[in-house]
């Protein structure tokens, strides 16, 4: 198995910058394609952005193209979304999630994490 926490959300102000972390354990972190998908109550989850096994390829949803960047850290097991010039709209409670083989704007991941709640003020 695969467990993902993820950490790092919070209130920040429209225009500012947050960075969330996932922290990966259980199964060869290496082996996954990694996302971040964000959901609003009432509305179904989204993707975000997602990144392949090496971190040599990425993959952004047009709404946060330019703005969000995902990476990350074989080495500590860890994905993160740093996220620039945010925008009210992106409110939403964040998810990672991870996906043995190739990378997917679909929900079709094997694992999440528990989620964590970024909230941008105007």
């Known amino acids: 198995q695969v467990q993902l926490v993820e950490s790092g959300g919070g209130l920040v102000q429209a225009g500012g910058s947050l960075r969330l972390s996932c922290a990966a354990s259980?199964?060869?972190?290496?082996?996954?394609?990694m996302g971040w998908f964000r959901q609003v109550p009432g509305k179904e989850r989204e993707f975000v952005a997602a990144i392949n096994w090496s971190g040599g390829s990425t993959d952004y949803a047009d709404s946060v193209k330019g703005r969000f960047a995902i990476s990350r850290d074989n080495a500590k097991n860890t994905v993160y979304l740093q996220m620039n010039s945010v925008k009210p709209e992106d409110t939403a409670v964040y998810y990672c999630?991870?996906?043995?083989?190739?990378?997917?704007?679909?929900?079709?991941?094997?694992?999440w994490g528990q989620g964590t709640q970024v909230t941008v003020s105007s």
């Open positions: 259980g199964r060869t972190f290496s082996s996954y394609a």
């Open positions: 999630a991870a996906k043995y083989g190739s990378m997917t704007r679909t929900v079709r991941y094997g694992y």
